[in-house]
């Protein structure tokens, strides 16, 4: 039997046991994923813990993605995130680490049939899923303008994504109006019912996608589709960043279906 995991702390609430384990289901395979609760500077020892048990593979969550790249031979795109959420660990060589939290942003809004080429798109949030929202998009040859809070991040992480630009939340009024793509990386609309973005900057030509996915339907996503906007909910980028392991571990396409049925039950 393989056994995968997910390191982070805390774990108790993760989805990913249940979207993992129906598709290990769904194509008979005999595996378990199981979740690891490391204490918060330990990474790097669950990651030499989890190659000696012999473990398959590992997420990892907060607050651990950013020091396993440390633990790892890190691909270049998650070097270039500075984030690590995904390990595997090959027989002839050391554990390597990949950020699949970037192919859940592009699968997503694939799926939803956004064209990415050329695109306008604007990240709002400079932080892990920010980061890697921005290089993804910058990848699929979007242009990229990064807004945050703390505007010396968005600035940051601007000059380090070709082409993009960055500047304060408060200059989302000349930005939005025309952009084809906006993706809330912050996690504005989790705790309360608030929002990152105005809603009178949203239109119908715009596609949201919200990372966050606790709740499902965030204010962000019902003043988008009151805008006549295209909406993607933050599970579908969870999904994606789960299939996306789950096809690096396996070698094989993930059923995606019977994952998002697994979650989506969770969910709502
Ligand atoms: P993080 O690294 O801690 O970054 C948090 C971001 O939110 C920062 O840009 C921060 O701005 C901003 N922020 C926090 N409170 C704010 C407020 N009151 N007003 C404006 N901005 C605020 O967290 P993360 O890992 O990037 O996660 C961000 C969200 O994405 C969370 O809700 C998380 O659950 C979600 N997420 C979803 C997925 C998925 O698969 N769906 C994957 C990863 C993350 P400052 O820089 O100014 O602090």
New binding site residues.
Partial sequence: MDVYGLIGNPVGHSLSPPMHEAGYEALGLDARYVTFEPAPDDAARAVRGAAALGVAGLNVT?PF?RDVPEAVETDPLAERIGAVNTVTFPDDGDPRGYNT?AA?VIRALERHGVDLDGADAVVV????????AAFALADADATVHVA???VE?ATELAEAVPGATGGR?DGLDERVPTADVLVN??????EAD?T?VPADLLHADLTVLD????PVETRLLRDAAAMGATTVD??W??LY?GVAAFERWTGTDAPVDAMNAALRERLE
């Fill in positions: 907060i993605k939290d859940g949030g400079a932080g892990g899923a920010g980061r890697a945050n809070r703390t991040r939340l990386a912050t996690s504005v609309g989790m608030a990152p990372a966050v996915y606790s933050g599970a980028m969870l960043q």
